[in-house]
């Protein structure tokens, strides 16, 4: 009987999967159970969790690109990779899709690849001039629909939210003021007017566009909604000791994960020195680790896109999953957004 074909090592693929010994670490065991990684992206994670010996991976992502890339690790995978065309805050229905009603483990990688931001046809960065795009599923409204159609009050509402900018409202007024004389369609256009309000990048520090770039593609791909349904759909899916493992790379998307975990993990409630502990429902997690974890210097040496990342990860307990409103994680309601993209 022909051996399957290996896997290719994670570690040496051009796009290097951050926290990736963390991260198996985490999953562990992994040998002869089925995975969820439900941001494919290049394969880093389900590259490794297939060499750990998995009988199954179910690989989700919501960029085309990204699974006609992953094509060639399907057929090397040898039936142990599913690949699916689709968003992880569903990742329990493409689960169950797949034919498996429970799984020993989910691992989410948070944020755009590093394959989106090199491509700059794609609009992700602004270290190209591109189209303002930002679309990771390509479908739907584009940065440039945004730009050009939100309503000003609105547009300083997503940035300062997603992106945490103190000036927002000044750069969304210029916007405004840039968008009467003509759209903006390109990132480059873009960045002039952010830098005609925060001027341009001074030594070592962060390009003043980056958090108006965040923000942005945040609101554009609904990527902290996505997050909050991703977590619900894992405790749902998850069986008794298996694991939940996720890799952020900014605050927002940290702290929507470590409030998750630390909810669902808790026993009792605080009470007042006059009343005992209210009583909550069973943990649905337990934490091994209440910090996250961070990349060695080592890493960050060898892959700066870790410096920012962070490991959290629990352990499903058996008591049932419950409802989750996505307001309590502190994802804010889009709903009310005036666009006329």
């Known amino acids: 009987m022909t051996a399957a074909p290996a896997a290719p090592d994670p570690h040496d693929m051009p796009h290097i999967p951050v926290l990736l010994d963390e991260v198996l670490a985490a999953l562990a065991p992994i040998a002869g159970g089925v995975f969820v990684d439900g941001t494919f992206g290049a394969g880093g994670y389900t590259s490794a969790v297939l060499g750990q010996g998995a009988a199954t991976v179910i690989a989700i992502d919501r960029d085309p690109t990204a699974i006609e890339a992953g094509q060639d690790l399907v057929r090397r995978a040898a039936g142990r990779l599913k690949l699916v065309h689709g968003t992880f805050g569903a990742l329990d229905e493409h689960a169950r899709g797949a034919g498996h009603d429970a799984v020993d483990g989910v691992v989410l990688d948070i944020g755009v690849s590093s394959m989106q931001l090199d491509q700059a046809e794609r609009g992700f960065s602004f270290r190209f001039d591109g189209p303002l795009d930002m679309r990771m599923s390509r479908t ?22 997603f992106g ?5 409202g000044q750069i969304s007024r210029a916007i405004v003021r840039r968008r009467e004389q003509a759209p903006l369609a390109t990132t480059r256009d873009l960045v002039a007017v952010i830098e005609s309000v925060l001027g341009p990048k001074r030594g070592p520090e962060a390009h003043p566009a980056t958090r108006t770039f965040q923000a942005i593609r945040i609101f554009v791909n609904r990527e902290l909604e996505e997050l909050g349904l991703a977590l619900a759909a894992a405790e749902r899916l998850v069986s008794t000791g298996g694991r939940l493992a996720v890799v ?13 975990l630390a909810e669902r993990s808790r026993t009792s409630a605080q009470g007042s020195r006059h009343m005992a502990d209210v009583a909550v429902p069973p943990p649905t997690f337990r934490l091994d680790r209440r910090n996250g974890v961070e990349a060695s210097d080592a890493e960050t040496a060898r892959n700066p896109r870790s410096r920012s990342a962070r ?18 994680l502190g994802i804010p309601d889009l709903a009310g957004m005036r666009f006329s993209g």
């Open 248 to 260: 952020a790379f900014h605050s927002l998307e940290d702290r929507i994960v470590k409030r998750f």
């Open 164 to 168: 945490e900018e103190r000036r927002a």
């Open 140 to 161: 739907g409204p584009s940065a440039a629909d945004v730009v050009n159609g939100l309503d000003g009050r609105d547009l300083t509402r997503v940035i300062g939210l």
């Open 311 to 328: 490991l959290r990860f629990g352990v499903r307990t058996d008591a049932p999953a419950r409802p989750l409103a996505l307001a309590d």
